[in-house]
């Protein structure tokens, strides 16, 4: 664990419940404090959010700061329903889309109810399932990240499908997660956090299924990482059960009237991710003509391994140069980078340093 992270989270005191102390904590990607960076380690929009959004953000009434928010965003509901082609009651708003994370192990698991998921994956899930003392089965992908067969067969109470899935931005088709849901006999979330970069998603099957909840997140397509923002998508007596779970006003009367402002402005949204995923493009190919191994990603990154140089000194000599990746060193990512899609202009800088990397 990095020196930062651990002096944060503190070390064992006996008073917690004892999944809590061996529990060893999410690890966020780093955050430099310094603005001159090239940050490419967090998969965060390179572009700001909407000029609506700040419009919104500067006229917040004192008003609005001294009340209580409305506890379930309806402004916000009504905007992504209508978005979404589904009712205001198909939708629950959260204080970003690990906050679902959470009251949905909080909701559907325990001692006797596991979580299963395929790995690798989204490293908060097997955190969330140690906090709430549920097993978690993981169930490998394999090579190419084809959904595993085994996943349907677990019995969990909670299945989670991270599509894209991060960190490789593999897509599962829509048929593939139809078939799953209809199989399962619990929950199926399908975490859409990077959905906005991919050309499908999955919320049309939330009208056919009432097992299925879809996560979304307002930090990636919409550029609202700081703000914290997320929402569900399912069918609404799904919805009704998980307010029951979560905080009473679990997102902020600031964070409703922002996010509704980022939704509601499609346009600015429809350019900027397409301007994203034209340099995802361009980024493979300079990638892998730099003779790295980088699969196709629906994300807003990709994941690269050298041919020619370990992963964890490519990484050493990038922070050097002031440039951020992530690398996890975790089993089935060893040896690779995952990298967050930048502007065109940190994306070449990124281009060069490696370049200037592979040829010491
Ligand atoms: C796969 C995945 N799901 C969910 C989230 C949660 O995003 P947020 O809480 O910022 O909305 C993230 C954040 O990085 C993620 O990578």
Known sequence: MVEWFSSVIGMSMGYFRKNIEKVKGYEPGFQPKETDVIKLNTNENPYPPSPAVMKVLAEISTERLRRYPDPIGNEFRQAAAEVNGVQPENIMCCNGGDDLLTIAFRAFCDESRPVAYPVPTYSLYPVLAKLQNCNAIEVPFDDEFNLPAKLVS??????????????????????????????????????????????????????????????RSMSKGYSLAGMRFGYAIAQPDLIAGLIKVKDSYNVDAVAVAVAAAAIKDQKYFSETTEKVKKARGLLVAQLRDLEFE???????????????????????????????????????????????????????????????????
């Open 154 to 215: 677990t019995d969990a109470a909670l299945t989670i499908v991270c599509n894209p899935n991060a960190p490789n931005g593999s897509f599962t088709s829509i048929d593939e997660m139809a078939s799953l849901a209809d199989e399962l006999f619990g929950i199926l979330l399908i975490d859409e956090a990077y959905v906005d970069f991919a050309e499908a998603n999955c919320a049309g099957l939330v009208k056919e299924y009432d097992n299925v909840i879809i996560l």
């Open 294 to 360: 980088v699969p196709e990603s629906c994300a807003n990154f990709v994941l690269a391994q050298s041919k020619n140089c370990k992963a964890s000194k490519i990484y050493d000599k990038l922070i050097e140069r002031r440039i951020y990746v992530r690398y996890f060193n975790l089993p089935g990512l060893n040896d690779k980078l995952r990298i967050s899609v930048g502007t065109g202009e940190q994306n070449d800088k990124l281009i060069s340093a490696l370049k200037e990397i592979l040829s010491e």
